[in-house]
């Protein structure tokens, strides 16, 4: 995710040293210091974040990063606060640094992001999103959630509050997706997501067509992807309890004219659609659509479940229509599966395959003359662009 705008104006000297400004700095961040000057100490942080070198200096600082958390929350420099903690994240190779410094950072990020009254509760949650990136930070986090009463877990609370329309009036929270995403790389996660008993899985399946926010669809799309990687639930995903495969293929959809013989093989969510349906827009989203389906074919029952629900038919199309080289792969990948021939005794759960040195070395090999040729693609079509626009900090988050 991109930067916050950095803003001007900073309390110290032209001749300060960068250490000798954060000193200076933490009284007028405190609780009771004028709005004026402590209006002036944050917008100087987060322009510091606006570099490398200002990064490192300051994800140091366990003081200075909990006055930035801790700030009254209807004052102006609150939000310009949390922007600075959303570029503090944004930045891999600080991550170590800010919880050896501040520890009980995430929980307090988390506190911000879950509170329903909190106006920069969306700048917390792109923090976290940003945070839970890397393995350490997301353990911690995982950590944190599981400190909640049992009565209402944390993970429960963040499906809420993702899953609640209007639950923060003054927030989106677009980026409690691509955090969910970035968590549910936790086993801890996945069990939870993936329990019959929550009804956790069903609650996420609309907001793949979540029309206001690519940031959200994203997250959710990733989350459940991540999910498909347990095989032993596809059987349950696949079935009337959940139906997943009709919520990935909708997004895939275009406006195709099939006829009736092959309308009557595809789930009633997906015939007849309208002349103006468009796909997903979002060459990212698309890829990772199209991944979870490929996970479900992973065992024979998942296969003969895809096959039986007309899955070809749209991939067939989406192949046709698709502009993305490296979405395109994956898709012809998913069909050569779904028409091959079943695979021998022994092999038939793909993700148990275990394949042979020499040839995981051939296919490593091909994967990186396929990713060459596709940024040789990529560089031959920006140099097309007349001009390309800067992406908006709250816009868009990749989930992992």
Same mark, same amino acid.
């Given at each position: 995710m991109g930067?916050?705008?950095?803003?001007?104006?900073?309390?110290?000297?032209?001749?300060?040293?960068?250490?000798?400004?954060?000193?200076?700095?933490?009284?007028?961040?405190?609780?009771?210091?004028?709005?004026?000057?402590?209006?002036?100490?944050?917008?100087?942080?987060?322009?510091?974040?606006?570099? !490398?070198?200002?990064?490192?200096?300051?994800?140091?600082?366990?003081?200075?990063?909990q006055s930035l958390v801790e700030l009254a929350p209807a004052s102006a420099p609150a939000r310009d606060a949390a922007r600075a903690l959303v570029n503090l994240a944004a930045d891999p190779g600080l991550h170590e640094t800010l919880l050896a410094a501040d520890p009980g950072l995430p929980a307090r990020l988390l506190g911000r992001a879950l509170d329903p009254q909190w106006p920069w509760a969306e700048e917390a949650a792109a923090a976290l999103a940003n945070l839970s990136r890397e393995p350490g930070p997301c353990a911690e986090l995982m950590a944190a959630l599981a400190a909640a009463e049992p009565a209402d877990s944390g993970l429960e609370r963040l499906v809420r509050a993702l899953c609640t329309p209007g639950y923060n009036a003054r927030a989106p929270l677009h980026y409690l997706a691509p955090l969910l995403s970035n968590l549910s790389?936790?086993?801890?996660?996945?069990?939870?997501?993936?329990?019959?008993?929550?009804?956790?899985?069903?609650?996420?399946?609309?907001?793949?067509?979540?029309?206001?926010?690519?940031?959200?669809?994203?997250?959710?799309?990733?989350?459940?992807?991540?999910?498909?990687?347990?095989?032993?639930?596809?059987?349950?995903?696949?079935?009337?309890?959940?139906?997943?495969?009709?919520?990935?293929?909708?997004?895939?959809? !275009?406006?195709?004219?099939?006829?009736?013989?092959?309308?009557?093989?595809?789930?009633?969510?997906?015939?007849?659609?309208?002349?103006?349906?468009?796909?997903?827009?979002?060459?990212?989203?698309?890829?990772?659509?199209?991944?979870?389906?490929?996970?479900?074919?992973?065992?024979?029952?998942?296969?003969?479940?895809?096959?039986?629900?007309?899955?070809?038919?749209?991939?067939?199309?989406?192949?046709?229509?698709?502009?993305?080289?490296?979405?395109?792969?994956?898709?012809e990948k998913l069909i050569q599966v779904l028409i091959g021939d079943e695979p021998e005794r022994g092999m038939e759960n793909l993700l148990e395959v275990q394949v042979p040195e020499d040839v995981e070395q051939?296919?490593?090999?091909?994967?990186?003359?396929?990713?060459?040729?596709l940024e040789r693609e990529q560089e031959r079509e920006q140099e097309r662009e007349l001009e390309l626009a800067p992406e908006p900090w709250v816009e868009r988050a990749t989930p992992t």
């Open positions: 930067e916050a705008g950095a803003g001007t104006g900073a309390p110290g000297g032209p001749e300060a040293s960068p250490e000798a400004e954060v000193v200076k700095l933490l009284p007028f961040l405190a609780p009771g210091a004028r709005a004026d000057l402590q209006a002036a100490a944050v917008r100087h942080v987060l322009a510091l974040t606006g570099s !490398g070198p200002g990064r490192a200096l300051l994800a140091g600082q366990e003081a200075l990063l790389q936790r086993p801890a996660a996945r069990a939870f997501l993936l329990d019959p008993d929550r009804c956790v899985v069903q609650r996420l399946l609309p907001l793949t067509q979540y029309p206001d926010s690519s940031v959200r669809r994203g997250g959710v799309v990733g989350t459940l992807r991540n999910c498909c990687f347990e095989h032993r639930h596809h059987e349950w995903l696949l079935g009337p309890e959940v139906d997943i495969l009709p919520f990935l293929l909708l997004p895939l959809a !275009g406006p195709e004219d099939f006829s009736e013989e092959e309308m009557e093989r595809l789930p009633v969510d997906l015939q007849y659609l309208p002349p103006d349906k468009q796909r997903e827009p979002d060459a990212d989203i698309r890829k990772m659509l199209v991944e979870a389906i490929m996970l479900l074919t992973a065992t024979a029952p998942g296969r003969q479940q895809v096959r039986d629900q007309g899955a070809y038919l749209i991939l067939r199309e989406l192949h046709s229509w698709e502009p993305e080289s490296d979405v395109r792969v994956a898709c051939q296919l490593q090999q091909l994967d990186c003359q396929e990713q060459e040729q």
